[in-house]
């Protein structure tokens, strides 16, 4: 019976290194550090772990090394001996009985030790590694400071052997965006999140990628003013501007003043004063087309009037942009009257695409993968820059397995696309 309890100590010991192991190492250091922070027992000595894997795995494997060879030793030899005396008695010859008594208590050992010594533990550590680890840190410390020279021996030969192969000994720990979406599609699944939270979610992260110029509204949309018009036409157009803020310039679009807000101008223009326009312009920042969008949030969040006018390299007006552009980015478009959806999905299959949509937007929406560098920003940009020219009405081209066709054209600029999947 002492052999017996011996065997299934050193299992259960090799599954408490299995456990420890696995719990570490899949522990997230986000979490660990949130920990600490809540002075949870254990917390600091787990996230120490985390951060310094290779004396710790060089610890464990020592541990399940040495619990190997032990079960072999000790619990199998006198086991196997005890079995062979069994058959023995049972009428079985000494050569059989040898065979089966040792060759009957490897496999059962073996069979424990796959199961409580390795798949059990490894399950239970995924269902909470930090909580787990937690608790199993600070004896996992002790153990590695006890067995430091051998540690420090494997963790030594370990790089050295990476370094032998032109690699790190360790991996990059970051969270990639990729994993991001991964793990905010597995939370819509489960149930954890509304798919809405995970539309704005994959929002929040394409606005991280794309440049002022791919949420800004075009100059060729742009509802201004022009101070070089007579004062009729002026307030003819302030009268029926839907917008409660227009951008005013002088001449052109080029010279751009700043921006007037219309509740200000409610009073005179409903009493028919004189309105002197200049006085109720405001400044408003102007931002490259190259800027982030990110910071042209900030940028619209310490203005005095929440517009911003975008200009290229060149100084030319390009568009401006809002907190609602940003929203519309985040959120989706906000269709109106005036606006058609950016892409409907037709009863074959094919979609009926906006030249203005943003492409990363249509991208998620196909399933395609895009380049990282691009030079454009709507799916009429993706055409011209694989057909290298404007197209015509009717022309096509083909990405990522599907088919691109001009449909509609609005003067030189791409209006309707439509995309139909190729045959396999």
Same mark, same amino acid.
């Given at each position: 019976m002492f052999e017996l309890a011996v065997a299934f100590a !050193? /299992? +259960?010991?090799?599954?408490?290194?299995? @456990?420890?192991?696995?719990?570490?190492? *899949?522990?997230?250091?986000?979490?660990?550090?949130?920990? $600490?922070?809540?002075? %949870?027992?254990? #917390?600091?000595?787990? !996230?120490?772990?985390?951060?310094? &894997?290779?004396?710790?795995? *060089?610890?464990?494997?020592? +541990?399940?090394? @040495?619990? +190997? /060879? @032990?079960?072999?030793?000790? =619990?199998?030899?006198? !086991?196997?001996?005890?079995?062979? #005396?069994?058959?023995?008695?049972l009428g079985l010859s000494k050569g059989l009985a040898d065979g089966l008594g040792y060759g009957l208590v490897i496999a059962a050992i073996t069979y424990l030790s796959v199961i409580v010594g390795e798949l059990v533990p490894k399950h239970v550590a995924l269902r909470d590694?930090?909580?787990?680890?937690?608790? $199993?840190? &600070?004896?996992? %410390?002790?153990?590695?400071?006890?067995?430091? &020279?051998? $540690?420090?021996?494997?963790?030594? =030969?370990?790089?050295?052997?990476?370094?032998? @192969?032109?690699?790190?000994?360790? =991996?990059?720990?970051?969270?990639t965006e990729e994993e991001i979406r991964t793990i905010v599609a597995e939370a819509e699944t489960a149930g954890v999140i509304e798919t809405d939270e995970r539309k704005m979610i994959a929002g929040v992260l394409r606005l991280g990628d794309r440049a002022v110029r791919g949420v800004m509204t075009p100059r060729t949309d742009v509802h201004w003013i022009d101070l070089d018009r007579d004062e009729t036409e002026i307030r003819a157009m302030l009268m029926a501007s839907p917008h409660a803020r227009l951008p005013v310039g002088e001449g052109n679009p080029d010279n751009m003043l700043g921006v007037v807000q219309l509740r200000e101008l409610v009073r005179p223009l409903m009493e028919n004063e004189k309105v002197d326009l200049r006085a109720y312009i405001r400044p408003a920042p102007v931002l490259p087309d190259t800027l982030d969008a990110l910071d042209a949030l900030s940028a619209l969040q310490a203005a005095e009037v929440p517009m911003a006018l975008v200009h290229d390299e060149y100084g030319h007006f390009d568009g401006l942009v809002t907190p609602a552009d940003i929203l519309d980015a985040i959120a989706g478009a906000f269709h109106s009257e005036a606006q058609e959806p950016e892409a409907v999905q037709r009863q074959d299959g094919s979609w009926l695409i906006a030249g203005w949509m943003p492409v990363d937007e249509m991208a998620d929406q196909l399933g395609i993968k895009l380049e990282s560098s691009r030079d454009y920003e709507t799916a009429a940009g993706l055409v011209i820059a694989r057909l290298q020219r404007l197209p015509e009405t009717g022309e096509t081209c083909e990405i990522a397995g599907w088919r691109f066709e001009v449909v509609d054209l609005d003067g030189r600029r791409i209006d309707k696309i439509l995309v139909s999947r190729l045959a396999a």
């Open positions: !050193l /299992i +259960g010991l090799n599954g408490a290194f299995a @456990l420890s192991e696995l719990a570490v190492v *899949s522990s997230r250091k986000s979490r660990l550090r949130t920990m $600490v922070e809540a002075r %949870r027992p254990g #917390a600091h000595a787990a !996230l120490a772990l985390a951060e310094e &894997p290779g004396r710790f795995l *060089s610890a464990v494997q020592i +541990g399940i090394t @040495l619990v +190997g /060879i @032990l079960s072999g030793a000790v =619990s199998g030899a006198a !086991l196997g001996d005890r079995l062979t #005396a069994i058959l023995l008695d590694p930090e909580g787990i680890a937690c608790r $199993v840190a &600070p004896a996992m %410390r002790l153990i590695a400071r006890v067995a430091m &020279p051998a $540690v420090w021996l494997l963790d030594a =030969s370990t790089r050295a052997v990476f370094r032998l @192969l032109g690699q790190e000994a360790s =991996s990059a720990s970051a969270v």
